[in-house]
C-alpha cells in the first residue's frame, strides 16, 4: 500500500539515480529532525532535508516542511523509479526538478574592502567555536594544530605555489567540532572562493582522493559538491554582494549547525583577505 506522495524537489544527478528503474539498497547513516543521511548500495550518500525553502544539489533533496515518518521509522529499505519500499510499504515521491544554481556563475573582480571589515566583524562576535575562534585569544589544542596549517596555507598562497597550497588545504581536512568538521566548512568557503576569484585552477582528482581518506562521507560529499561549484541559496548571497553591499541580515541567516555557517565564511574571509 502507497503512503502519501510529497513533492521531492532534486538535482538532475540525484534525480538520475532516484527517479531511474535501477534499484537501490538504502541505509540510514544517522538522522536528525529535519534530515536524514542515507546511503545508496553502500557508496553514494544523499541528505533527505525537511526545509522547504532549501535548494537541491548533486548529494540533497527536498521535502515539505518535515521528514515523513517512513524515513523515521525505517533504516533500511530500497529505492527504485521513485518508490522507497520496505517490507509491504511503499513510499512514492512526485519529482520536482531544480537546476542547481553553479558559483561559476559569479566572478568577483572589485571586492568593496568594507564588506572585509563586515566580515570580520561577524565572525569575531561568533567565534567562541571552530575556525572563527582564531580570532579569540584564548589557547585550544584545536588552534594549536591548525594555526601553522593557515600560515602555511597564507605563505604557499602569497608564493603562488599551488602545488604547496593544495597540499595543505587538504591535510586540513576531518579537523574540529559539527557534523561536518569546522575545517571542512572552511575548505569549502575557500574553494567557492577560488572560484569566484578565479585566481587558480582547482585539482579536482587530487582534493576528492585526499579528503575522501581523512573525513566522514557526509563531509566529504558537501567537499567535493563544493569543489565543482554548487552552492547553496545564502552562500550565492554572500558572494553576490562582496562587490556592493554586504548586509548584515545576510550574514545573520548563516547561523546553521553547529559552526558550518561561521567557519565557511571564515573560509571567504581568509581568501579575501590574502587577495587585498
Not at 559569479?106 to 566583524?121: C, D, G, M, R, W
Given at each position: 500500500?502507497?503512503?502519501?506522495?510529497?513533492r521531492?524537489?532534486?538535482?538532475n544527478?540525484?534525480?538520475?539515480?532516484l527517479?531511474?528503474?535501477?534499484?537501490?539498497?538504502c541505509r540510514?547513516i544517522?538522522?536528525?529532525?529535519?534530515?536524514v543521511?542515507i546511503?545508496?548500495?553502500g557508496?553514494?550518500?544523499f541528505?533527505?532535508?525537511?526545509d522547504?525553502?532549501?535548494?537541491?544539489?548533486?548529494v540533497t533533496?527536498?521535502?515539505g516542511?518535515e521528514?515523513?515518518q517512513?524515513?523515521?521509522q525505517?533504516?533500511?529499505?530500497r529505492?527504485s523509479?521513485g518508490f522507497?519500499?520496505?517490507k509491504?510499504k511503499?513510499?512514492?515521491f512526485?519529482?520536482?526538478?531544480?537546476?542547481q544554481?553553479k558559483?561559476s556563475?559569479?566572478k568577483?573582480?572589485?571586492i568593496v574592502p568594507?564588506n572585509?571589515?563586515?566580515i570580520e566583524h561577524w565572525l569575531?562576535?561568533?567565534s567562541?567555536?571552530?575556525m572563527?575562534?582564531?580570532?579569540?585569544s584564548?589557547v585550544t589544542e584545536?588552534k594549536?594544530?591548525?594555526?601553522?596549517?593557515?600560515?602555511?596555507l597564507?605563505?604557499a598562497?602569497r608564493?603562488?605555489?599551488?602545488?604547496?597550497?593544495?597540499?595543505t588545504l587538504?591535510s586540513l581536512?576531518?579537523?574540529?567540532?559539527?557534523?561536518?568538521?569546522?575545517t571542512?566548512?572552511f575548505?569549502?568557503?575557500?574553494?567557492?572562493?577560488?572560484?569566484?576569484?578565479e585566481c587558480?585552477?582547482?585539482?579536482?582528482?587530487r582534493i576528492?582522493?585526499?579528503?575522501?581518506?581523512r573525513?566522514n562521507?557526509?563531509s566529504?560529499?558537501?567537499i567535493?559538491?563544493s569543489?565543482?561549484?554548487y552552492c547553496?541559496?545564502?552562500?550565492l548571497?554572500?558572494?553576490?554582494?562582496?562587490?556592493?553591499?554586504?548586509?548584515q541580515?545576510?550574514l545573520?541567516?548563516?547561523e546553521?549547525g553547529h559552526t558550518?555557517?561561521s567557519d565557511?565564511l571564515f573560509?571567504?574571509w581568509?581568501?579575501?583577505?590574502?587577495t587585498r
Amino acid at each position: 500500500m502507497t503512503t502519501e506522495i510529497p513533492r521531492l524537489k532534486v538535482e538532475n544527478h540525484l534525480h538520475l539515480m532516484l527517479f531511474s528503474d535501477r534499484r537501490y539498497d538504502c541505509r540510514v547513516i544517522t538522522r536528525s529532525s529535519h534530515a536524514v543521511y542515507i546511503n545508496l548500495n553502500g557508496r553514494s550518500l544523499f541528505t533527505l532535508l525537511s526545509d522547504s525553502s532549501a535548494e537541491p544539489n548533486p548529494v540533497t533533496a527536498v521535502t515539505g516542511n518535515e521528514i515523513p515518518q517512513f524515513f523515521m521509522q525505517n533504516d533500511n529499505f530500497r529505492v527504485s523509479g521513485g518508490f522507497f519500499s520496505y517490507k509491504q510499504k511503499l513510499f512514492e515521491f512526485q519529482p520536482e526538478l531544480v537546476i542547481q544554481k553553479k558559483i561559476s556563475r559569479i566572478k568577483i573582480h572589485n571586492i568593496v574592502p568594507t564588506n572585509l571589515s563586515t566580515i570580520e566583524h561577524w565572525l569575531k562576535t561568533h567565534s567562541e567555536y571552530g575556525m572563527s575562534s582564531f580570532f579569540q585569544s584564548e589557547v585550544t589544542e584545536f588552534k594549536k594544530i591548525i594555526h601553522p596549517q593557515l600560515d602555511q596555507l597564507a605563505s604557499a598562497f602569497r608564493r603562488r605555489h599551488w602545488n604547496e597550497f593544495f597540499k595543505t588545504l587538504v591535510s586540513l581536512s576531518g579537523c574540529g567540532p559539527g557534523l561536518t568538521p569546522a575545517t571542512d566548512d572552511f575548505i569549502c568557503g575557500v574553494l567557492f572562493t577560488i572560484h569566484a576569484l578565479e585566481c587558480t585552477s582547482l585539482p579536482a582528482l587530487r582534493i576528492i582522493r585526499e579528503t575522501w581518506k581523512r573525513t566522514n562521507r557526509i563531509s566529504w560529499y558537501y567537499i567535493v559538491s563544493s569543489l565543482f561549484g554548487y552552492c547553496s541559496p545564502w552562500q550565492l548571497r554572500i558572494l553576490n554582494e562582496l562587490s556592493s553591499v554586504l548586509n548584515q541580515s545576510t550574514l545573520d541567516s548563516i547561523e546553521f549547525g553547529h559552526t558550518s555557517g561561521s567557519d565557511f565564511l571564515f573560509g571567504v574571509w581568509f581568501m579575501l583577505d590574502l587577495t587585498r
